[in-house]
């Protein structure tokens, strides 16, 4: 096979950033498990709804576990094909749900410490930005693993359509 040609849809090589996406689940689980320190550690978050904040920092910690462990597995098949594939779109939504639950604690944390305006800054990313940024990451990645694991396009799917807008402009 050529070394230069494309062997995905998107020229991506989940194993390869499989390992890559590995080291910044842990990275998040270490931040998890340091706000759950903080949260225990401190006494001025007593009484502020502290259950809300560690129960967000647990389950994203366990989370971001799963995580790490499936992309580091991911990162270890030798081939690009359907087991990986299942493994990485895992990953992707555990680790989505994770982040959703770091933004929550963070939020709640923020507002713990009494900064009301950063607060109302942080609900609204939460609440607007954050859930639709993932879901558009967690559907592209699936559309790429159906693409992986079938060989073939996802007719009609924003992939498909984009890539044909591109081939009859001449762009590609």
Do not use: K
């Not at 597995?73 to 639950?101: D, P």
């Not at 933004?103 to 713990?112: D, E, K, P, S």
């Not at 992939?159 to 591109?166: I, L, M, S, Y």
């Amino acid at each position: 096979m050529d070394e230069t040609a494309c062997r995905t849809f998107i020229c991506f090589d989940m194993r390869n950033s499989a390992g890559f996406h590995a080291q910044l689940t842990g990275i998040l689980a270490g931040l998890a498990f340091a706000s759950i320190v903080l949260i225990l550690q401190s006494s001025s978050f007593a009484g502020r709804g502290t259950e809300a904040g560690l129960l967000s920092f647990f389950s994203a910690l366990l989370t971001l576990i799963i995580a790490t462990f499936l992309y580091g597995t991911a990162a270890g098949e030798e081939l690009i094909a359907g087991r990986a594939a299942i493994m990485v779109f895992l990953a992707g939504v555990t680790s989505a749900v994770a982040v959703l639950e770091l933004f929550y604690g963070l939020t709640w944390l923020v507002r713990a410490g009494g900064f009301p305006n950063v607060t109302e800054m942080a609900a609204r990313i939460t609440v607007l930005v954050a859930p639709p940024i993932t879901f558009v990451y967690l559907a592209i990645t699936a559309l790429n693993e159906v693409r992986v694991t079938t060989g073939r396009e996802v007719i009609g799917s924003l992939a498909h359509v984009f890539r044909g807008v591109v081939e009859r402009t001449g762009a590609g």
